[in-house]
T-cell receptor, first 112, second 112 residues
Framework: DADVTQTPRNRITKTGKRIMLECSQT?????MYWYRQDPGLGLRLIYY???????NKGEISDGYSVSRQAQAKFSLSLESAIPNQTALYFC???????????FGPGTRLTVT | QKEVEQNSGPLSVPEGAIASLNCTYS??????FFWYRQYSGKSPELIMS??SNGDKEDGRFTAQLNKASQYVSLLIRDSQPSDSATYLC????????????WGLGTSLAVNP
């Protein structure tokens, strides 16, 4: 089984809808991250969390919110989806005291 | 603004040749450096970590770090068509040790 899982893997939604992307991990890592990736723009950090009480904004948090329900679960919500939020979304984890991050398989989100 | 720069490519090499990928970074106090491989539509996969000046070898991959010149490189020996992917360079953000700074990636094509 994969160490970091993301659901759904693909999602098409309409402008204005609320959508939640979920991430779960069995690696036992404390740190979790949400990124989006767009062609030509690379990986951009949306939010990151060190534990259930620690939530931090990344470079592009506007229009997004997160919830760290448990050490192993970190969800990303788009409150009112817009077309320019169409992207590939990745969840990642890292261990306390380490910098390397391990990625889930990604969610391809299309907002029409 | 802390940056990690990579030549976007595409870098094209024949099968069996050595592929050389380069990355420069702006933050002099960064201590941890990573290479990730990303196939089209897939998530980044960690392939090399390097922390000290010099070379680190792992199979066909060699990472080279020169902190004085602020560059890190990845050599792939005996390149195979399966090495065709985008290679991302990442560096720890020394001002915020919970984050990585990502390059945009270099696209590598290995031609049979």
């Amino acid at each position: 089984d994969a160490d970091v899982t993301q659901t759904p893997r693909n999602r098409i939604t309409k402008t204005g809808k609320r959508i939640m992307l979920e991430c779960s991990q069995t690696k036992g890592h404390d740190r979790m991250y949400w990124y989006r990736q767009d062609p030509g723009l690379g990986l951009r950090l949306i939010y990151y969390s060190f534990d259930v009480k620690d939530i931090n904004k990344g470079e592009i948090s506007d229009g997004y919110s997160v919830s760290r329900q448990a050490q192993a679960k970190f969800s990303l919500s788009l409150e009112s989806a817009i077309p320019n939020q169409t992207a590939l979304y990745f969840c990642a984890t890292s261990d306390l005291g380490r910098y390397e991050q391990y990625f889930g398989p990604g969610t391809r989100l299309t907002v029409t | 603004q802390k940056e990690v720069e990579q030549n976007s490519g595409p870098l094209s090499v024949p099968e069996g040749a050595i592929a050389s990928l380069n990355c420069t970074y702006s933050d002099r106090v960064s201590q941890s450096f990573f290479w990730y491989r990303q196939y089209s539509g897939k998530s980044p996969e960690l392939i090399m970590s390097i922390y000290s000046n010099g070379d680190k070898e792992d199979g066909r991959f060699t990472a080279q770090l020169n902190k004085a010149s602020q560059y890190v490189s990845l050599l792939i020996r005996d390149s195979q068509p399966s090495d065709s992917a985008t290679y991302l360079c990442a560096v720890n953000d020394a001002g915020n040790n919970r984050k990585l700074i990502w390059g945009l990636g270099t696209s590598l094509a290995v031609n049979p």
